[in-house]
């Protein structure tokens, strides 16, 4: 599906650096942080699970919608 929208050498491009990243984060210890940053505390919330619940949301509302 990808080749119908780019060519086939960025393709191959996108699958070496992502072999590449695969390799860094299971052999080289490579780690991934995720930071929210905010001029007041209350702008965002102490933990990220809104985001699962929104996810869970989206969920249920696309399987309503294939029903």
């Given at each position: 599906k990808a080749?119908?929208?780019?060519d086939e050498r960025f393709c191959r491009m996108w699958e070496f650096y992502l072999i590449g990243?695969?390799?860094s984060f299971r052999y080289?210890?490579?780690?991934?942080?995720?930071?929210q940053i905010a001029k007041r505390q209350d702008a965002v919330p102490l933990t990220r699970d809104y985001i699962t619940d929104w996810e869970r949301r989206l969920s249920q509302v696309e399987k309503k919608a294939a029903e």
């Amino acid at each position: 599906k990808a080749v119908e929208l780019y060519d086939e050498r960025f393709c191959r491009m996108w699958e070496f650096y992502l072999i590449g990243c695969e390799i860094s984060f299971r052999y080289m210890g490579q780690m991934v942080f995720q930071i929210q940053i905010a001029k007041r505390q209350d702008a965002v919330p102490l933990t990220r699970d809104y985001i699962t619940d929104w996810e869970r949301r989206l969920s249920q509302v696309e399987k309503k919608a294939a029903e």
